[in-house]
């Protein structure tokens, strides 16, 4: 699900304060895939849980899971790692991702977790859109008929007046603009904030933004839903923990490719688990969304080394 670094080839640049990168294309692919194949498990738990409690709160205990790792984290240091230099754009980030996550995880009880988690693939070209009015950037018809062609894909995914559709594939879609949206306020705060100190915020801000909401949709916990709960909120922290650490190895246009693995992940679990596999159109779309994501991530890579006169 979102938060997750996952499911976009597009990477901020690290903060200044973080240690410099060191090159290493293999073990960067390699953390990619392992972050890949928690955030799937995370997501299809999630899931499981939907037949039986909200998403709401299924998400409440992700974030509060979340929220506990990255405050042990930020402890032994006097949470001197939790001190942000834009307290305003850490909150909003948090809500996005937040507002992300609930959008789609409320998908998944209805759809099936390969067509949700090929729709949310789209968000990279959310990001495309938005970099216009939010970042002042220029955007050529290349990467404009990347986007077109991928929502091609999300419509061949979703397939709109066909018997097939479900209103809750919209939910994805939304999901991932919300993510895309979150993925430029980390750009924008990126020379000054680092990935552990937006991570605490991100975790803290959803998990008091959920806590307040609780009451709406809260039903006792059974043993079992919260021992998946813990596992959904270690599981998604180790996975995006893995992608951090990754885009610290490789660029994000070598790791762009791997970041589609996790639909082979979620249409595995979700076999084992629900016995269902993707549609043929699911595999399509899933295909055309990806390649225009890939594309988008070229493109990115050729307007950064412009910018840098090489």
Known sequence: MPDTITRVPLSPEPAKAEPPRRDSSLRGIGLMLLGSVFLSA??????YLTATMPALQIIWLRYAAFAVIM?????????????PKRVGMQVLRGVAV???????????????????TATSFVSPLFV???????????????RWTATVVGLIGVLIVVRPG?????????L?????????????????????ESPVTTLAWSAITGCLLLSLVQPLTWQPLTQEALWLGLFIGVSSTIGHWFVILAFR???????????????LWASVFG????????????????????????????????????????
């Open 128 to 142: 495309t859109a938005l970099s216009i009015p939010l970042l002042g950037e220029k955007v050529g018809w290349r």
């Open 42 to 47: 995370a997501d299809v738990v999630s899931k």
């Open 271 to 310: 076999f084992f688990l629900f016995a269902v596999l993707p549609d043929l159109f699911t595999l399509v779309g899933a295909v055309i969304i990806a390649a225009s994501g890939l594309y988008t991530a070229h493109r990115e890579r050729i307007r950064a080394r412009q910018a840098l006169g090489r």
């Open 249 to 263: 190895h490789a660029d994000a246009s070598l790791l762009a490719p791997f970041s589609y693995i996790q639909l």
């Open 71 to 83: 405050i042990a984290m930020a402890a032994p240091g006097g949470f001197a790692l939790m001190r």
């Open 98 to 116: 937040t507002v992300s996550s609930i959008l789609f995880v409320s998908s998944l009880k209805y759809l099936p977790i390969a067509d949700a």
């Open 172 to 192: 994805p879609v939304l999901s991932a603009s919300s993510w895309a949206f979150a993925l430029i306020v980390t750009r924008l705060m990126s020379a000054t």
């Open 162 to 170: 066909g018997s097939d559709f479900q209103a809750a594939s919209i």
